[in-house]
């Protein structure tokens, strides 16, 4: 009876990370649901709760869980998937050093003109032309009636560089 309580008492402390595909495997299995407050992009900062989507409305609140009944929630799977590897990520995030990365963390949800992305990223104006041209080679930024916005691409290292910045 005391290895069944004690079993009991060790998985209701066991937490998994959503972005850890054989975690998230394991919270389905188990029917997992996260503690309140224990996803990282949950914020009562933003309207939406939620900095992978901070400006929709949502008509509920997932009170920062991550799992509910081992299901992944729907906005960290879609940022997320399964299919961009953390190694490509840190390949690109390489390749487009360390102003690039700036220039990436600077677009989050909004599309900034040259100037707005200057001055937010630290960027001096004459690295940006150069180093733009290498985000749009890489497919990370596209240029639309003269506002920066980020590719999905680029959305996935925004938002693991999001990650890495709230752990």
């Not at 390489?94 to 707005?116: A, D, F, H, K, R």
């Not at 992305?117 to 639309?144: D, Y």
Request: proline letters at 2%.
């Amino acid at each position: 009876m005391e290895n069944a309580i004690g079993k009991k008492q060790e998985n209701k402390t066991k937490t998994f990370d959503p972005l850890i595909p054989d975690d998230c495997v394991r919270a389905l299995i188990s029917g997992y649901t996260s503690n309140v407050g224990e996803c990282r992009f949950f914020s009562e900062s933003v309207e939406s709760k939620c900095f992978l989507d901070p400006y929709s409305r949502r008509a509920w609140n997932c009170n920062g869980r991550c799992f509910i009944n081992g299901y992944r929630c729907e906005y960290i799977s879609d940022a997320f998937s399964l299919k961009n590897s953390v190694e490509e990520i840190y390949f690109l995030m390489s390749l487009i050093g360390q102003n690039g990365t700036n220039i990436i963390s600077s677009l989050g949800w909004s599309v900034l003109s040259l100037e707005e992305v200057l001055a937010v990223s630290g960027i001096k104006k004459e690295e940006a032309t150069f180093i733009i041209s290498v985000l749009k080679l890489l497919k990370l930024v596209s240029q639309k009636n003269g506002k920066l916005v980020l590719t999905d691409r680029g959305r996935t290292v925004h938002d693991y560089l999001l990650t890495k910045d709230l752990v």
